[in-house]
């Protein structure tokens, strides 16, 4: 029987001796494997970031929609047109007058959001860590068409996040979600 550590070089293979690594051979082994770990790293932190986005983009998505979804109602019973002729106020300044009450830092607990003062309101969810505004604008839309009776306005909702770490000297948003919708004052 043959003692594998006495081989020496042969057309197929290279000769095994028992005297181990040197340290050229360690230092290209750790070479090789920080060559494939680094993009596996950059990788998973890419990831970890694209995720976090979504996320935010997600709650965002959120926070704009309960605000379109009670607006939608609203509009349906009793009306913006007779809430407006009933205040004597017009879309947007009924509507913006909120602003205020709906990028309350402070609160922790859903809260009713009211129409200058009157019985109507929204339920809104209070902003979570990280994100610091709210903001509708309302405009009214003309158009060259009469086809479509009523007064129409567009909606934009904004809210705005910063990532952890993206705070500045201002503290104003960083990233911004905005939903856009359209709203017949007449129905």
Not at 49 to 77: C, G
Not at 89 to 102: A, F, G, I, V
Not at 136 to 154: A, D, K, Q, W
Request: proline residues 4%.
């Amino acid at each position: 029987m043959e003692n594998f550590s006495s081989l020496k070089h042969t057309k197929i293979g290279f000769r095994i001796n028992n005297r181990g690594l040197s340290l050229i051979e360690v230092v290209i082994a750790v070479f090789v494997a920080g060559l494939a770990i680094a993009p596996t790293i950059n990788l998973l932190s890419s990831t970890n970031r694209e995720t976090s986005t979504s996320i935010y983009q997600v709650m965002a998505a959120y926070y704009s929609d309960e605000i379109i979804e009670q607006l939608t109602q609203l509009n349906i019973s009793p009306g913006f047109k007779r809430i407006c002729e009933a205040t004597g106020k017009d879309l947007p300044e009924l509507l913006e007058s909120m602003n205020t009450d709906l990028g309350d830092m402070i609160a922790v607990e859903p809260r009713k959001v009211s129409l200058m003062g009157l019985k109507l309101f929204l339920l809104i969810s209070p902003l979570t860590e990280g994100f610091n505004a709210r903001l509708l604008e309302v405009h009214e839309v003309t158009g060259s068409s009469g086809n479509i009776p009523g007064r129409f306005y567009r909606i934009v909702i904004k809210v705005g996040w910063n990532y952890p770490g993206d705070l500045d000297e201002t503290g104003s948003s960083k990233h911004i979600h905005e939903s856009v919708f359209f709203l017949n004052r007449d129905l």
